[in-house]
């Protein structure tokens, strides 16, 4: 059994840890491709148990709640999208929400209220030569601080940069270029992770739906750096809430 204590740095809505993070702190003790699913809102600033099930899953605890549930998978995208730096750069200026209508502007990997350093700050915008689907891009230069001991990009981090991503493309009808804003929580996310980049290298994130369910979306993203390098590739499932469940409040 491990201790994992979610700072309240790594948020996602203002009370509960960002959903990318938490899958990428639990999926540490998984090797290669992971899926974690997320079965209540991971709590900030509080020990949490991670122990291994006789099964060979993984449970992520507070006290009696299991808040998250972790497995091995096969990780394999049905198609794989990608774009240079600066058609990423470019994108981010067309995303959907802007600052001062973002849903949960502290969020750690998307938040506008988020210094640089402190935040991720990862905005995903749609790129502009897919004019009859949908795949979002953005542009993301790890900043030092996220670095593990051997000096590359720490894992949780990677999940971190695919999650929010996705949750943008979420929004977006696979099936035309219409947009909601409908509030989401992440419910589900499945990484592998490829290789972890150095910081200050230029990376390029990009997301596109695949499909929806009634009350569930899901997404696929993947990472790669400005060579064209493929880092890492997720595939997420979202969930649609009353914006007081999304803010912890439901």
């Known amino acids: 059994m491990t201790e994992i204590i979610i700072d309240k740095r790594y948020c996602g809505p203002p009370n509960s840890g960002n959903g990318g993070y938490v899958c990428g702190r639990l999926a540490q003790h998984i090797p290669g491709g992971a899926e974690v699913t997320l079965r209540a809102p991971p709590p900030l600033d509080t020990p949490l148990d991670a122990a291994a099930t006789n099964d060979g899953t993984w449970e992520l605890r507070d006290g009696a709640k299991i808040v998250a549930t972790g497995r091995a998978a096969s990780v394999e995208l049905a198609r794989l999208e990608t774009a240079s730096f600066a058609e990423a750069s470019a994108a981010e200026l067309l995303t959907p929400i802007k600052p001062h209508e973002h849903p949960l502007p502290t969020c750690f990997v998307c938040g506008p209220a988020r210094a640089k350093g402190d935040g ?33 990009i720490a894992p949780e981090f990677l999940w971190s940069a695919l999650d929010c991503p996705t949750g943008f493309a979420s929004n977006c009808d ?59 590739v997720a595939k997420t499932t979202w969930i649609a809430v009353e914006r007081e469940v999304q803010l912890g409040r439901g």
């Open 174 to 232: 696979p099936q035309s270029t219409a947009v909601d804003r409908t509030p989401l929580l992440l419910g589900r996310m499945s990484a592998r992770i490829e290789a972890r980049p150095r910081a200050g290298t230029r990376c390029i994130i990009t997301a596109w739906p695949t499909g929806r369910d009634g009350r569930k979306r899901t997404a696929d993203a993947a990472l790669h750096n400005e060579a064209g390098k493929l880092l890492a």
């Open 120 to 152: 991720l700050r990862i905005v995903a915008g749609p790129l502009g030569r897919h004019a009859h689907k949908p795949v979002l891009a953005a542009s993301w230069i790890p900043d030092p601080n996220l670095a593990a001991e051997d000096g590359l």
